[in-house]
């Protein structure tokens, strides 16, 4: 496992340590929780965002449901 430290200003991790107590979780626990859902936000943002421009310019393929069922085997 490896250890990552970040600085706060005095405020900050007040209020972090504050959120962490309040649901029972770890500071660490917390923080790390959040980067990763961060992270997923991004990652879904830039599906949405790929999607929007493939419909905008006519790209974009879609699959009736029966043509997924046929692909899989199904």
């Not at 999607?51 to 085997?73: N, P």
Request: proline share 0%; aromatic share 8%; hydrophobic share 35%.
């Amino acid at each position: 496992m490896s250890l990552i430290s970040i600085r706060t200003i005095e405020e900050e991790k007040e209020l972090i340590k504050t959120y962490a107590d309040f649901y029972g979780v770890s500071v660490s626990d917390f923080i790390k929780s959040s980067v990763i859902e961060r992270i997923e936000d991004i990652f879904d943002l830039r599906a949405v965002e790929e999607y929007e421009k493939k419909r905008e310019s006519g790209t974009l393929e879609t699959l009736s449901l029966d043509d997924v069922k046929k692909q899989l085997g199904l």
